[in-house]
């Protein structure tokens, strides 16, 4: 749901850059939507390696402990509904990870109560803390597998009365790194036809993460993330919870994240230890127009942004390969006619935006994403943007596909930045 306050002057003013530049009509509208320019037949994708996700991580890469520290907040349908989105509950959490040996990684998560929301629901009780200081922790390994791909927990159950058979990878998930330093996707990519969306039951779950330097010492030492899950049967959102993460790196590499009864983990003195770091700015005009509910494609005129970089990962099949386009427009490259913001929120042209929720959130990052995965919804697309620190403008991550096609098989990543003086 578009933030209201805005809706009315935001319809206005996106009209023109709706018929001039995004390549679809305003809701409602029967005018033809133009193809977003990853879809163009003249784009040259090359294969990428099976490994090439686990190769590019930054996670699980040194043989000492790692931290982060960040908030988790988690959302209802309430919250969304506001501009910016309010969460109703959120904690602090620290991750840390590490490198097994060269095929495996670990983390280790260490959760305040209100950190919890429904996150591990089964798994951890926020009223019963299991580690002697009164926090919650749990724990995974990571295995290298090709394409980073495994099995979906729960897999795919389909009525037995159906003749149908789910075409191979469609119980797995797989994730993806898209921009080394800076975009990963992760969740399942199978989206069955409709007849067989109404009856089956296949867990729908994503993860998208957008990275950064700050400061130009470490590769993604701020993160965020938007985690999102919807039910099993009905397909409609259970929980979106939203994490914002800084790298904890002036701790010593002898930090041990496992409980002792000799010391206490202290997230609050964690926190305290990041308040030296310069704030993001979200005082300028384009920040307060994003927070605000403004349309992205203002948020984009008003930074004067144009699109500096930009990598697609498609998948060829479930269980099979993917291919990759990059494009770097600071090199001279460019595509011939130019690239538009390209607006997703007419994706699936019968539904508009009555399928979708819009949210803004009050450190820069912004949504769009599925209320419900509804059998009758044919395209479709996940969105999650964020300001850039230091007034660079702004990333964003889409994950698209259709029921045609039967997948998630689209991912992007673009990078809009100033021009460079």
Known sequence: MFCEHKMLSALFHCLALSLAGTGWALAGSSSERVSPWWARGDLEFSHVDENYSWIHR?????????PALGIWSHFRPDGLAKCPSVPWTSGRMCKSLRQLNSSAF????????????L???????????????????HGYTFLQTPYRMNPMPGGVDIPSHSDYSAPPGADTSRATILQPNSATFSGPRWLPPREIARS?????????????SMDGTEPEDRKMGLFLEYDRETGELVQLFRMAELALKDIDKAFEPNPSAEKTFDLAAMEQSLSKLPPSNLETVA???????????????????G?????????????GPEVAFELDTTDGHSLDDGIDWWNPSNANSK?????????????GAYARVPKVIDPELDDICFEFGCLLTNQRGLHRLLATGSRREGALNTLVYERWEPPKS
């Not at 930054?58 to 790692?66: E, N, Q, V």
């Not at 699109?307 to 269980?319: E, F, G, I, M």
């Open 307 to 319: 699109l500096s970089h930009a990598r697609v990962v498609k998948q060829n099949a479930l269980d």
């Open 58 to 66: 930054r996670t699980g890469i040194t043989d000492y402990w790692k």
């Open 119 to 137: 996150w591990f629901r089964g798994l951890l009780d926020p009223n019963k803390p299991n580690r002697p200081d009164g926090l919650l922790q």
């Open 200 to 212: 089956c039951r296949i867990n729908k779950y994503c993860e998208m993460w957008l990275a950064e």
């Open 351 to 363: 539904d508009g935006d009555s399928f979708y929720w819009n949210c803004r959130f009050k450190d």
């Open 106 to 117: 670990e983390l280790l998560s260490v959760y305040e109560p209100a950190a919890m929301g």
């Open 287 to 305: 920040a307060k127009a994003m927070i605000g509910g403004d349309s992205i494609e203002r948020v984009v005129e008003v930074g004067g942004w």
